[in-house]
């Protein structure tokens, strides 16, 4: 099993930032994926950004030179700098990974956080 820990949420106001992180920990064998999503009350859960074990990145049109992704391979945990936040951006923020067991197996398995709220207000 996958452990996934997120930490940094809170309130900022318009404008502000936050860094929000994700430990993954136990029998992780190799990751393919780190993502952050992110659900707002009555609304989908839906991609912030992911990041991929080669580096590649991808992001939610809606954050795009907002937000940061990176990750540190060695301490097998995601980032996310979020700044100039917007009143939009208020939502739970979920931690994703996607990883295979084995070398050799055909399918990935998909693991979440337990979630941190992200409030955005004055």
């Known amino acids: 099993q996958v452990q996934l820990v997120e930490s940094g949420g809170g309130l900022v106001q318009p404008g502000g930032s936050l860094r929000l992180s994700c430990a993954a920990s136990?029998?992780?064998?190799?990751?393919?994926?780190m993502a952050w999503y992110h659900q707002a009350p009555g609304k989908q859960r839906e991609l912030v950004a992911s990041?991929?074990?080669?580096?590649?990145?991808n992001y939610a049109d809606s954050v795009k030179g907002r937000f940061t992704i990176s990750r540190d391979n060695a301490k097998n945990t995601v980032y996310l700098q979020m700044n100039n936040l917007k009143p939009e951006d208020t939502a739970v923020y979920y931690c994703?990974?996607?990883?295979?067991?084995?070398?050799?197996?055909?399918?990935?398995?998909?693991?979440w956080g337990q979630g941190t709220q992200v409030t955005v207000s004055s």
């Open positions: 994703n990974l996607k990883r295979r067991s084995t070398p050799w197996a055909r399918t990935l398995d998909d693991y």
């Open positions: 990041i991929t074990r080669s580096s590649t990145t």
């Open positions: 136990g029998s992780i064998g190799i990751i393919f994926s």
